[in-house]
């Protein structure tokens, strides 16, 4: 039978993990709970293509659909564009975040 070797004594030197780093805001609702609280603020909408669109969520149903004011467009980082108003479909959108405290 193969023995391995025992792992050298620096590797048995166990440093604790720095902590996670804290989220900006934390929410202990639920996810309707969110969602209502964002109503009227600022939001960032990542669809499944990566694109994000940022701006004022004005309201949403119960499949996701999302109608935002005063849009921007960013792609990998940056502005491509800018809207008005804006509708995205529900079944495009990857997450919602706020992008500023609720």
């Known amino acids: 039978m193969d ?3 025992p792992p050298p004594d620096d590797a ?5 993990p ?8 934390t929410h202990t ?3 309707t709970d969110f969602l209502k609280g964002v ?3 600022k939001v960032i909408v990542r669809l499944n293509s990566g694109v994000d669109y940022r ?3 004005s309201c949403l149903d119960g499949y996701m659909n999302i109608a935002l004011e005063a849009t921007e467009e960013h792609v ?5 564009n800018r809207y008005g108003d804006a509708f995205i479909r529900g079944n495009n959108v990857l ?8």
């Open 55 to 57: 701006g004022v969520l």
């Open 12 to 16: 048995l030197d166990t440093q604790t």
């Open 95 to 102: 997450y919602i975040s706020a992008a500023e405290e609720i």
């Open 39 to 41: 109503v009227g603020k």
């Open 76 to 80: 990998e980082g940056n502005v491509t």
């Open 3 to 5: 023995e391995y070797p």
């Open 29 to 31: 609702g639920s996810p």
């Open 18 to 25: 720095p902590p996670p780093p804290q989220p900006r805001t």
